[in-house]
């Protein structure tokens, strides 16, 4: 209907799930509207995960080994499993998105993830079909994109990793990949060249591989659309897919060849999600108060993109997938590529809802991930017991005692001017004895103004630090210089403190005089009341099932709720041994973050 109210000649169908539906490409086939994605045939073949693996085998693409059947029940899942031997990945059959897939370790993980994905599959897709396939080790994430036209000609545009991921979902992706070689690369893109030609594929498309740590690659999926990470491909190649897309759609034959593709610098993406990293990723919702992602630009080598359909004051709901925008930096090395993208998320402003711009900039700075050390399990190693937040090494910690100073200090100036204290007449206060608090550790200092920033020293005996900025009381984003060292901070000015956001973490600064210091450490704490004894909703979200009574004894680990949030169900378990003293909630409910589920009774 809004083809015709349009006049348009054609759909884009996005990323969504509408763009591998193969009815919707067919009806509009049938009302003679362009289709700008691959043909119908195409889509229900590879649409299908249990068909699209036998084509791939019938094509002498690698798979990996596994039960391509349908699972009628729980216990064949159990026996199919124990054959192929654990670890095992259940996969919803029409699944994408890691949306219906588990990883079990055992019988019981079979059982408890076959129900589980079952019911997201049927869910997120209409269809409860689950298949089992064998779980690699060190496994990697890395995909090869494809063009193709409608005669004859399909080409690689080389690869993507996209190996961090969380929930089976895609956290970073870079191109090209730091592990592979030029002989894999050619091995994957050719073998990803044979299946498309064997479904005789049109469009952009994606056959995604998982490797291991020999460079092994297997078939996972393909994907008929365009993906969500195709940005840092077209930043490597400078080739426009959207727009190849709609020449192949239109007819044309690609204008370029495989040998004419030439692979450019290093890009990265981080997806910026509405969830909250502190706590396992739950998602979030909410209202957008503030929206500024960095400005896009091209300086110095070095490209920031940004793919967003968010603004600021704009609804987070808990009805769609959490992701609100796509973070591209692109540079001439992974090194650099890496560091842009440093820098454009410490510029990265979100207020008004939980997300993860903390959690991939603290990835920008991990020593393994700089290495290029990866796998699908890195988050799971790296973090074991969730993100705490980035550890700052003492020297940015001093960078930015010495930037609270300068706040603090140019405030007292606004301050001075505003109330007329010194009769109108412009001066800046003199240097003095101060203690600046990050935290709670307290950092004794001389600070001073100075001409375009201050100085502030940590010791009689150390050269005073040099803070030069252009940074004035009304910026929520400080670009300085501290001793050299290129320093980006976000500034939250609030009642008592200011909040400094740095490379993934964020402190509470406060300067005081000496004697207000000494007087502060005498300050009571306050004492958090102890809500152990209840099951708090972790997120807005609807309850799918409550799976105790009242008065039964449970043990830590065991389920006790499951939560559906954008899409996603999420199992709560006990975290100790106790006994259901009363539930206050029901299968269908819609919870508030923090809402009572369950109360215990006290021990």
Request: glycine fraction near 8%.
């Amino acid at each position: 209907d809004a083809v015709k109210q349009t006049g348009a000649q054609a759909v884009h169908p996005g990323y969504g799930f509408l763009s591998e539906n193969a009815g919707f490409a067919q009806r509009l086939q049938s009302e003679g509207i362009a289709f700008i994605g691959p043909n119908v045939r195409a889509i229900q073949a590879m649409g299908d995960k249990i068909e699209s693996k036998k084509l791939a085998a019938a094509a002498k693409v690698n798979t990996v080994p596994g039960y391509l059947g349908v699972i009628k029940d729980t216990d064949e899942a159990v026996k199919i499993a124990s054959g192929i031997g654990y670890p095992v990945m259940l996969k919803a059959s029409a699944g994408g998105g890691g949306k219906g897939m588990r990883i079990a370790w055992n019988e019981a993980e079979v059982r408890e993830g076959f129900a589980a994905a079952t019911s997201e599959a049927i869910s997120s897709f209409g269809d409860d079909r689950v298949f089992i396939e064998k779980f690699v080790s060190e496994p990697r994430h890395i995909e090869i994109q494809l063009i193709a036209d409608k005669h004859g000609n399909i080409i690689y545009l080389f690869e993507r990793e996209c190996s961090i991921q969380r929930r089976h979902q895609k956290v970073i992706e870079e191109a090209p990949s730091p592990f592979l070689d030029e002989a894999s690369r050619k091995a994957m893109g050719e073998q990803a060249v044979a299946l498309a030609r064997a479904v005789d594929y049109e469009s952009a498309g994606t056959v995604e591989f998982i490797v291991d740590g020999k460079r092994n690659f297997y078939f996972l999926e393909m994907n008929t659309r365009l993906q969500v990470e195709h940005p840092v491909t077209e930043l490597i190649t400078g080739i426009d897919l959207v727009e190849q897309m709609i020449r192949v759609a239109a007819g044309e034959k690609l204008a370029f060849a495989q040998a004419e593709v030439k692979l450019n610098g290093w890009a990265m993406e981080s997806r910026i999600y509405a969830e909250d990293p502190f706590h396992n990723f739950l998602p979030s919702i909410g209202r957008l108060v503030k929206y500024r992602p960095p400005a896009e630009k091209i300086e110095n080598g070095r490209t920031v993109r940004n793919d967003t359909g968010v603004y600021e004051g704009s609804e987070i709901s808990m009805f769609y997938d959490p992701m609100i925008a796509k973070l591209c930096t692109h540079a001439p090395t992974r090194t650099e590529a890496i560091q842009a993208m440093g820098e454009a998320l410490d510029e990265f402003q979100v207020r008004g809802i939980r997300h993860n711009v903390p959690f991939v900039s603290a990835l920008m700075h991990h020593p393994r991930f700089i290495e290029g050390r990866i796998t699908t399990a890195f988050i799971a190693e790296e973090y074991p017991d969730g993100f705490l937040g980035n550890t700052l090494p003492d020297q940015s910690r001093r960078d930015l005692a010495a930037i609270t100073a300068f706040v603090y200090l140019q405030n007292e100036v606004r301050k001075r001017q505003i109330e007329g204290q010194l009769n109108g007449t412009y001066q800046r206060p003199r240097g003095g004895d101060w203690v600046v608090t990050l935290d709670g550790i307290d950092y004794p200092i001389i600070g001073m103004l100075t001409e375009g920033g201050c100085t502030v020293s940590f010791s009689a005996n150390e050269k005073p630090s040099r803070v030069t900025t252009s940074w004035t009381p009304m910026d929520t984003v400080m670009h300085a210089n501290v001793d050299g060292r290129r320093t980006i901070v976000q500034i939250d000015q609030r009642r008592n403190d200011i909040l400094l956001t740095h490379r993934g973490s964020s402190v509470s600064g406060v300067m005081r005089t000496p004697r207000a210091a000494e007087l502060n450490a005498l300050m009571p704490e306050i004492v958090i009341p102890d809500m152990s004894k209840y099951l708090l909703c972790p997120m807005p979200g609807l309850v799918v099932s409550i799976h105790v009574e009242v008065g039964q004894k449970v043990n830590a680990g065991d389920t006790l709720a499951i939560v559906e949030a954008m899409k996603m169900q999420n199992i709560l378990r006990a975290e100790n041994a106790g006994t259901v003293a009363a539930i206050k909630a029901k299968a269908g409910d819609s919870l508030a973050f923090d809402q009572v589920i369950l109360e215990f009774e006290q021990a």
